[in-house]
């Protein structure tokens, strides 16, 4: 496929010059500071996963299902573990490499729905600078590849409806509907949300210029050939004992269905204006803007309403049945969004700076000049904003310009990693010159997989470190009675969860979040040990 993409590229005058210089821009912008934002919880222990897999494949292969997570993802991390020195750095670079991918894809699906090259190329742009974008393809999380996934399958199914097949099997069509089939089956495999892409999908027939009942008839069957393909493979889990466990946390994050019907969408849908602001404040005002305005232009009108809607339908179902809805849930839409936008820019842009008319009068120089000014302070909207959200994302990442939630979840509260480097520097320090037991906050999670994810395939002789529960209350007596024969013992917990009473002279250190948040303290426990067990 990519070999394809560069050999169209070079009908146009530098076109391999251009691409190569958007995968340069590209790997400058993503690589640069790839660790100032310490590590987020849901990180560490998708990199604890990886790590238990190469230190016990037949164990931990299939860990993460125990979790409700499918495991795709987590393998991927695997071979990066012994690429570099740095965890966190290594997972990261997972995603970078995906959205990589997912510039070029993105590309590739504006040209397919019939994008100029112009378009294509303000798509690869985008893609690397929106803040949506940027931040996901910066984070080891799941999204970033179940985006790309679905970004392949609805590639091959928009292929197939463009070329308005007229056989429901033919030596044309089927190859691109079984690689559709092959992909959505990947993307279940990294994150069981890739089910609500399924309208996207049937969505997809909508693209071909012919639209008779017959041909809508025939897509629709190749599309549902292709998603059948794809809930087999995510059905083949189900040799695995634990499969059952994949449906375990959904009642965590959603209401149940029978909740909703009975009245808990009063709930739910005064949150949704805040669910659109997350993608004002990440895609940025000015792609929006393009969104609605190419759902009425003439040109592209279908298929930016095919997009839009395929990117909503995906969205409704998290917002009307989620209890706490972050915007890392909502990103995979912005593949949808995003292209209809781009759609949306190119009806304006080339539909009335090409056309020696319009609405069937001569071009009137003021009507020109105010779309173009028009235009142009929108996209510049988006690249200003952009720009500087990269720049905080690099320079200083406490001061990145996060929603309400998101600065929660990465710079205030437990699930930040605020500390965790500096406490594994200290402990390792410790652990050099004698034996150490460390107890922290939680099971898992920031404390302590963020911390063991660090001593990953080193030395830990002289070291033991296992998470106590929270609040900490005292010292359990199982982890007591491991501890007993350590010459050190140490506490590692957030400041808002430590209930022990302490000498103050006993805190070894203190990493404290942003906006007088609450710290990450260390505590030597060694002295008195005895008097902080609990039964």
């Known amino acids: 496929m990519l070999k394809k993409f560069f050999e169209k590229s070079k009908k146009y005058k530098h076109g391999n010059l251009i691409i190569f210089g958007l995968i340069a821009f590209y790997l400058v912008t993503h690589l640069s500071a790839l660790t100032s934002l310490p590590v987020f919880a849901d990180e560490s222990i998708y990199i604890r996963w990886a790590q238990l897999i190469i230190d016990d494949w037949q164990r931990y292969l299939f860990f993460p299902m125990n979790d409700g997570k499918t495991p795709l993802f987590i393998w991927l991390l695997v071979p990066f573990q012994f690429l570099f020195k740095d965890q966190l750095f290594a997972g990261r670079f997972v995603t970078v490499l995906v959205g990589l ?40 999380l799941m999204d970033g590849l179940l985006t790309l996934l679905v970004s392949v399958t609805f590639l091959f199914l928009a292929k197939v409806s463009k070329n308005q097949p007229k056989k429901v099997f033919d030596k044309n069509s089927l190859k691109p509907i079984i690689l559709a089939g092959i992909f959505f089956g990947l993307s279940l495999l990294t994150k069981i949300p890739a089910v609500l892409f399924i309208p996207a999908f049937y969505f997809s027939i909508f693209l071909g210029t012919k639209k008779d009942f017959k041909r809508l008839r025939i897509s629709f069957f190749k599309v549902s050939f292709s998603i059948a393909i794809g809930l087999s493979m995510f059905a083949a889990l189900r040799i695995n004992p634990v499969f059952g466990q994949l449906f375990s946390r959904g009642g965590d994050f959603l209401f149940p269905v029978s909740q909703i019907i009975t009245g808990t969408w009063k709930e739910t849908i005064p949150s949704f204006p805040n669910y659109i602001n997350y993608f004002f404040i990440y895609l940025t005002p000015g792609i929006m803007v393009f969104i609605i305005l190419g759902l009425f232009s003439k040109k592209h009108k279908i298929t930016a309403h095919v997009l839009f809607w395929s990117g909503l339908f995906f969205i409704l179902p998290i917002a009307l049945m989620g209890k706490s809805v972050y915007p890392r849930y909502l990103f995979p839409a912005s593949l949808f969004f995003t292209l209809s936008a781009m759609m949306g820019l190119e009806s304006i842009i080339f539909g009335i700076f090409e056309s020696p008319k319009l609405n069937g009068k001569s071009d009137k120089l003021w009507k020109t000049s105010l779309v173009g000014v028009s235009v142009a302070l929108l996209i510049s909207n988006s690249i200003v904003t952009s720009i500087n959200y990269m720049q905080l994302s690099v320079l ?123 710290c990450l303290q260390v505590w030597n426990i060694t002295e008195n040990f005895q008097d902080y067990i609990k039964d």
């Open 101 to 140: 991918a997912q510039v070029l894809m993105n590309m590739k699906i504006i040209q397919v729905l019939g994008g100029k090259r112009k378009t294509q190329i303000l798509t690869g742009i985008f893609t690397i600078i929106l803040p949506f974008w940027y931040f996901h393809h910066r984070m080891a």
């Open 396 to 518: 200083n990442s406490n001061d990145i310009p996060f929603v309400a939630s998101d600065v929660t979840q990465y710079l205030t509260e437990w699930s930040s990693g605020h500390g965790i480097k500096e406490a594994v520097e200290l402990i390792r320090s410790q652990a050099d010159i004698g034996t150490v037991a460390v107890a922290t906050e939680g099971t898992f999670g920031t404390l302590p997989d963020g911390l063991l994810m660090y001593f990953h395939r080193t030395n830990v002789d002289n070291l033991y470190l296992e998470g106590v529960g929270y609040p900490i209350n005292g010292i359990p007596k199982l982890f007591a009675d491991r501890a007993k024969n350590y010459e050190k013992k140490l506490l590692v917990v957030n400041s808002h969860r430590m209930n022990l009473k302490i000498d103050s002279k006993y805190l070894v250190a203190e990493y404290c979040r942003p906006f007088n948040a609450p």
